[in-house]
């Protein structure tokens, strides 16, 4: 059973840094391609960034050198350290993982999901 747990989340003003993680087990974070997903008020849920089974990442253009995605090999954590963060930024996070999306940053390639943390950048 894939279980995933999102933390880290929080307010910020903008040009702050924030550092979101996911706890997920052995097998997932060893075996599956992660990612971190995103969704606005009334947008749709968008990919941010994804690290497959071998380290290979994947970012979103709107976040290329201000988000980073990362893993703990100690921990079984997937992180996304995410600085310079602007008030577009504001949604909830989602962590996600499968064991090979087609599309790394498509939500409907993702069958298992987190429960979500909220961030929220002010101006």
């Known amino acids: 059973q894939v279980h995933l747990v999102e933390s880290g989340g929080g307010s910020v003003q903008a040009g702050g840094s924030l550092t979101l993680s996911c706890a997920a087990g052995?097998?997932?974070?060893?075996?599956?391609?992660m990612a971190w997903f995103r969704q606005g008020p009334g947008k749709e849920r968008e990919g941010v960034a994804a690290?497959?089974?071998?380290?290979?990442?994947n970012y979103a253009e709107s976040v290329k050198g201000r988000f980073a995605i990362s893993k703990d090999n100690a921990n079984y954590t997937l992180y996304l350290q995410m600085n310079s963060l602007k008030p577009e930024d504001t949604a909830m996070y989602y962590c996600?993982?499968?064991?090979?999306?087609?599309?790394?940053?498509?939500?409907?390639?993702?069958?298992?999901w987190g429960q979500g943390t909220q961030v929220t950048v002010s101006s």
């Open positions: 996600a993982a499968d064991p090979q999306p087609y599309d790394t940053l498509t939500s409907r390639h993702f069958g298992y």
């Open positions: 052995m097998h997932v974070y060893n075996n599956y391609c």
């Open positions: 690290i497959d089974s071998d380290g290979v990442t």
